[in-house]
């Protein structure tokens, strides 16, 4: 069973930038489809972007459009995401997540999940 | 953006009840809408997908129905495990939304 093993929790200041990191308990990320979602505390969750691994292809949502930068690794062994200019609302827990096969695109169900990074934005 | 409405917001129910979430999406999605379960401090679990179909390892005992803008997930016979907060997702263009979710809380 795939595992999908995201970075440590993080303390930022506002302003600064944050990196979140996933990657698979073995083996490489080459192939999936990797979306990121966030999850302030008390709320829902809110879908930031995805990098189809196979094309290179990154779709963002309209929202994180020129604020976030998502990326792969050369062997495709993590997926990494950097959030810029950090504000207090950007606290949250942040999830990678795997698009279940045979989608082809970012929008799709996710079927396997990280268990979440919790970035804290604080002066 | 497409927007997910979930209802209710919370549900009360006891271990053996029958329980039903309703979503309805801005416009139409077809059948395009996933459903999660999650538990506190923990990543979602995908249930159903395209609407109405069981992910593996799902128990019978969930369902899903509905296409358009309106959906159903529903539970028959819940079950200690299932007290939980419960999401919908759509996924029919290049963006995704999720329902603000359904919190199903012991009675």
């Known amino acids: 069973q795939v595992q999908l093993v995201q970075s440590g929790g993080e303390v930022k200041k506002p302003g600064s930038s944050v990196k979140v990191s996933c990657r698979t308990s073995g083996g490489t990320l080459s192939g999936y489809i990797i979306n990121w979602m966030r999850q302030a505390p008390g709320h829902g969750l809110e879908w930031m972007g995805g990098i189809i691994t196979s094309f290179g292809r990154i779709d963002y949502a309209q929202k994180f459009e020129g604020r976030i930068r998502i990326s792969a690794d050369e062997d495709v062994r993590t997926v990494s995401m950097v959030v810029n200019s950090l504000r207090s609302e950007d606290t949250a827990v942040y999830y990678c997540?795997?698009?279940?096969?045979?989608?082809?695109?970012?929008?799709?169900?996710?079927?396997?999940w990280g268990k979440g990074t919790t970035v804290t934005v604080s002066s | 953006d497409i927007e997910m409405t979930q209802s209710p917001s919370t549900l009360s129910a006891s271990v053996g009840d029958r329980v039903t979430i309703t979503c309805r999406a801005s416009?139409?999605?077809?059948?395009?809408l996933a459903w999660y379960q999650q538990k506190p401090g923990k990543a979602p679990q995908l249930l159903i997908y395209k609407a109405s179909t069981l992910e593996s390892g799902v128990p019978l005992r969930f369902s899903g129905s509905g296409s358009g803008t309106e959906f159903t997930l529903t539970i028959t016979n819940l079950q200690p495990d299932d007290f939980a907060t419960y999401f919908c997702q759509h996924y029919n263009s290049y963006s995704l939304t999720f329902g603000g979710g359904t919190k199903v809380e012991i009675k």
């Open positions: 416009q139409s999605i077809s059948s395009w």
């Open positions: 997540a795997r698009v279940r096969d045979p989608c082809r695109s970012v929008s799709c169900a996710m079927d396997v």
